[in-house]
């Protein structure tokens, strides 16, 4: 399978005219090929028909290039897809670069479709179930998979500011927007590899509840399913019901059940309605399994919260098969999803930069989104096949030591001669294998931000150096009957 690697070489096609067209970034080729790429163009009727010098393939390699990279200018992105001693052979010859109208033309006429159809032919579960590793991956045979969303801060345009919208809070009475536009995007990932499998954008004031039903439809019969509370409701249940996809959630405080069975774990069943009508009626209900529990370890809410009651539903209702306990802890296999979004947002991109997309038009905005998504789901297959290479998983390996490895790989690779490609690849997974993290620790985090304009209190001096939990998180449930 090594052999599909690279196109050529970084001499190959130079005397042609269409020597752009064998352009690939060969760290990613496994992945993302070009054969795919040129199938996807061609049905997304984007395809180059004629010479030119930035044709839509390269374009879509940009856009990777850019997502793998954030801290690269479109000039310097451009010398890693054609590889640098292609460019010096050029500048030599004393032909010009493409200057950088050129680039945002090749764009535009790429368009965002080519890229939103490319993540779905790659976005898909990754995981097998294997006896070893640290878990996360499958509970009792039932895939693991989290929704949840993300807000990304796109360039200050005003056709960014009228397609997306802009956060807004009130202060002192007076409604005031946020600096930035913003997008949100809602997504389904598998827990265990960090994959996304979809992910769709929305206005940021847009509520994303009613996007649970398009996300559903991409998990597995089967599998379960982890979210949040503002997913919490009767139509997303019974969308997962009718997929026949299981969900372990947590409820809004407000809501109330009447018990019809208490089971021997202590947990009990309970009815969801539609409406008022059909819960007087005991109509169209559907059963659910209601958790509650608290924590006896005043270090793991806080001294204010210690002892405070939590809830979690979920459609596993076999108290024998499914146990309480468990069911509390492998809650805690959602915040995949939160390190997900941070090693997208922090490491992927850059925290040193005030926007975290940098097109300055929607449909950009969009192309670069679902980019940045390919180029991650491909670190993060990488990483799924490193860590198969050294029996342990994915999430025992580092994302921002695979992402280094990968950026320093890509130049390398592209000036290497076709011959030595596999050698490059084996040692590039090698390498990414090294990347061990330590054992996480057993420690919380105080719900607080340093950013202003949050609905969370404005982090301090108090929230530094907290205290350790005197218990392991499991040791410090306390089931409530």
Known sequence: MMDDIGQGGPWAGIAGQRWVDSVVLEALSRFVGPALIRQVLTQTGKDSRRIRRLPAAAMVWLVLALAIDRRLDIPSAWRQVVGTVQALWFAAALRRPPCPSAFSAARRRLGARPMRQLFCRTASPL????????GGTFYRGRRLLGIDGVHFQIADTPANAAAFGRPTTRRGGDRVEGGYPQIHAVGLMELGTHVVCEAVLKPSKNNEYPLVG???????PG???LWDKGFYGYRALAEALDRQVHVLGRVTRSATF???????????????YLTTQDKRQDTHGIVIRVIQYTFDDPNRSGPRNHGEPHRLYTTLLDAEQYPARELVVLYHERWEFELSNDEVKTHQLTKDMPTHLRSRTPVGVVQEFYGLLIAYNAVRQLMHEAARSVNIEPDQLSFIHAVRVIRETIPIMRAAPVPQLPFL?????????AGRLPPRRDRINPRVVKVKMSKFAKKRPEHYALPPPQKPFAHAVVILK
């Open 425 to 433: 690849y084996r040692a590039m997974i090698r390498s990414i294998a």
């Open 127 to 134: 995981a097998t179930e294997q006896p070893h590793g640290s």
């Open 214 to 220: 398009h996300l559903l439809q991409h998990a597995p």
């Open 258 to 272: 009447k018990s019809i069975k208490t089971l021997s774990d202590g947990s009990f069943l309970a009815k969801m």
């Open 223 to 225: 599998s379960l399913v």
